[in-house]
């Protein structure tokens, strides 16, 4: 997603944004991770309908997706949020994207089938609130744009968005 400065001449605005922009994402993360146990009964649900190496391959998948979120949240290795999160949705997507498919291939899981693809349309209405969630442009002022006359000893509280 990039990396971004911006710059707050007024510290508790910045608190009050920061704490903002931290609660929307971790309800919007965890919503996107309650996606993983879906994701894990349809790979035991459809185990007859595909093979061994795909059906273990996409279960270690999952756990390594989980093992990120960990991290994301239980470690002090600094890394860019907005990576993991892409890192995570997309594996989401791909894996139901390969579900729909597999279940459209048989007629007999039609009520499974429709249910796939609600929360296939869910998630890409929480990607679309996820990146409307990293589009602080519209309401932050970048470093780029920093009028060139303020002083030295003016306080700036940098913000770094990743």
């Known amino acids: 997603m990039g990396e971004k400065q911006f710059v707050f001449s007024n510290q508790v605005k910045a608190k009050k944004w920061l704490v903002s922009f931290e609660n929307n994402l971790n309800t919007l993360t965890q919503e996107l991770i309650l996606n993983i146990p879906k994701l894990y009964n349809y790979n035991i649900l459809l185990s007859l309908n595909m093979d061994l190496p795909v059906q273990k391959n996409m279960r270690e998948s999952l756990d390594y997706a989980m093992e990120r979120y960990w991290r994301l949240y239980n470690s002090d290795y600094v890394t860019s949020v907005g990576k993991e999160i892409n ?7 791909e ?8 279940v459209t291939k048989n007629g007999r899981n039609q009520t ?8 296939l349309k869910h998630l890409k209405y929480l990607r679309n609130d996820i990146d409307a969630l990293f589009d602080v442009d519209k309401k932050l002022l970048s470093l780029g744009k920093v009028e060139k006359t303020k002083t030295i000893n003016q306080s700036e509280n940098y913000l770094r968005i990743a």
Request: proline share 0%.
């Open 87 to 93: 890192n995570i949705y997309y594996l989401l997507e």
């Open 95 to 102: 894996q139901m994207e390969f579900y729909k498919v597999l």
């Open 112 to 119: 499974l089938l429709n249910q796939i693809k609600a929360e």
